[in-house]
């Protein structure tokens, strides 16, 4: 059956409907595109350009001090037995840190966990999936035009841009928090690479010291063996020599083993095998610290990574609040449909028996023109209470924050106030260890050496003597790694690198 043309007045309404509909998707998309970029912007720069601030103001007094040295050098100090000076694979704490940031799986985790974060935004700013609806009927919708059979429509859901803006701005937030815990992340782990570097550090410069004592024991064996051979003193001054010096291969045995355990501690952190062997450590130049508690704590109020991803909680909670009170605005749904109409044929009048003509008669019932129809659907936010609860769960997300805040500043200023006055307790105690005891030890053993050989004291005086020396050596050695373990527990806390080591020429007998 022939049809007559289409109308396009239906035509051109659906087809403006239509261009309407992608012009508003593409606002939308537009503006979750361009959130997404941004933070992906910010989640590179995090990931790959990362590097812990230094802190850039002039220090008042800043000595550069070595490590290992002695104050008051003497050419029978303790002095190493091998050469710190050597050539050695890359292995100073620097190279450990970028290693570990690295390879680190911890570090690892948590980028995954911002680039995860990241992926939320277009997420939270894309429309919902429409929807494509089929009606078939059975029986047949009967009209003048024709049967309705099936109907076809498609649909789209626009929820206000508002809230999805909110909820964009809410999943850039929680971004922007993911990549300050990764901050927080990579603080802790070279503040733990620093510790397992020091205790290393401790252990090998505990090594060398035994080492160069023993060297010092046996040079005094040969004179207590030349007082025995001619009989000034008894055996048992020669026993006790001898016995020191089996205490001194035990220390050394001791040392080792907790080397052994730092380097694995080292080398987790780096994700190596715990037996990858840890170059020997070189010494390093110590700064002194000359900054007060105050200036520290408003450091770290700046550059802390976790006060910074509250910050941004914060700003997120700031948004949900805001998503949530727009609960009361409803979302549109529009949507086109179509139906096919079966023509009926027209109805047809007999033949004029007279005229032998049929008489005319409308034939646009033959045509039987499919029916289009565009709906407009909203939602009614009738449900008060649910839009209200959520007010209040927003609200109180915030209150929650706000404590954390003060929670974590309080807790933050101790942390940093601890390891400041870690820092001042463990400056003086090295100067005056170097300044003082050790020299005055070490002149006192010396003197006492000196009276055994003319028989004016005995020899347990010298060992007294010796031992205490010794000790205030082994104490400068740990004074001086506390000191650096209690300056990265402060940078870490602060979230800014205060003061660096870096190597030094290897102490000589003048030097110790």
């Known amino acids: 059956m022939k049809r007559e043309p289409l109308t396009l007045i239906p035509k051109v309404s659906a087809m403006g409907v239509r261009n309407q509909l992608l012009v508003v998707c593409a606002l939308l998309f537009a503006g979750g595109c361009s959130m997404y ?74 980028i995954a966990n911002v680039e995860a974060a990241l992926e939320r935004i277009p997420q939270v700013t894309s429309l919902p999936d429409p929807f494509l609806r089929a009606i078939a009927r059975p029986e047949p919708i009967q009209t003048a035009a024709g049967d309705m059979y099936f109907t076809l429509g498609v649909g789209q859901m626009f929820p206000l841009p508002a809230k999805l803006k909110r909820a964009g701005l809410a999943a850039v937030a929680e971004v922007r928090m993911a ?44 004179v207590v063996q030349a007082q025995y051979e001619g009989g000034s003193v008894s055996q048992e001054d020669l026993l006790r020599v001898q016995t020191e010096l089996a205490e ?16 694995a501690a080292l080398n987790r952190l780096l994700d190596r095998d715990p037996e990858t062997p840890v170059p020997l450590t070189e010494p390093m130049l110590r700064q002194a610290l000359d900054l007060q508690a105050e200036k520290l704590i408003q450091l770290a109020e700046d550059h802390n990574p976790e006060l910074a991803r509250l910050r941004r909680q914060k700003e997120r909670d700031e948004e949900r609040l805001a998503h949530a ?49 565009i709906s407009v659907q909203f939602n009614v936010p009738l449900w008060f209470d649910r839009v209200e609860a959520a007010k209040r769960e927003a609200r109180i997300r915030q209150r929650e924050t706000e404590h954390e805040i003060r929670a974590s500043r309080n807790q933050v200023a101790f942390h940093v106030y601890d390891a400041w006055t870690r820092v001042q307790t463990e400056q003086d105690s090295l100067r005056l260890l170097e300044s003082t005891l050790t020299p005055k030890a070490r002149q006192t053993y010396e003197v006492s050496v000196t009276s055994y050989q003319a028989g004016r004291t005995d020899f347990l005086t010298v060992i007294e003597n010796w031992r205490r020396w010794l000790d205030f050596q082994f104490k400068r050695h740990r004074h001086a790694v506390s000191l650096q373990n209690a300056l990265s527990d402060l940078q870490r806390e602060v979230g800014v690198q205060l003061i660096g080591t870096r190597p030094a020429s290897a102490p000589n007998a003048s030097e110790e």
């Open 325 to 373: 009170k727009l609960g009361y605005w409803p979302d549109v749904t529009l949507g086109v449909e179509w139906t096919y109409v079966d023509p009926r044929s027209a109805f047809k009048p007999p033949i004029n028996p007279q005229t032998g003509r049929r008489p005319p008669y409308n034939r646009k019932s033959e045509a039987g023109d499919d029916n289009w129809a």
């Open 37 to 110: 970029q941004s933070a992906a912007q910010e989640v590179s720069t995090a990931v790959s350009t990362w590097h812990r601030p230094s802190y850039q103001e002039p220090l008042a007094n800043t000595p550069q001090e070595p490590i290992d040295g002695d104050a008051a050098g003497s050419a029978q100090a303790p002095v190493a037995t091998r050469d710190v000076t050597e050539s050695r694979p890359p292995g100073a704490l620097g190279a450990y840190i970028e290693e570990a940031l690295e390879r680190n799986p911890t570090v690892s985790a948590a």
């Open 248 to 263: 001194l291969i035990d220390s050394e045995n001791r040392e080792r083993g907790r080397r052994d355990s730092g380097a």
């Open 179 to 222: 990549i300050e815990r990764l901050n927080a992340v990579r603080l802790r782990v070279i503040a733990d690479v620093e510790h397992a570097y020091y205790a290393v550090y401790l252990a090998d410069r505990s090594i060398e010291l035994i080492a160069a004592n023993r060297a010092l024991l046996e040079q005094l064996e040969g």
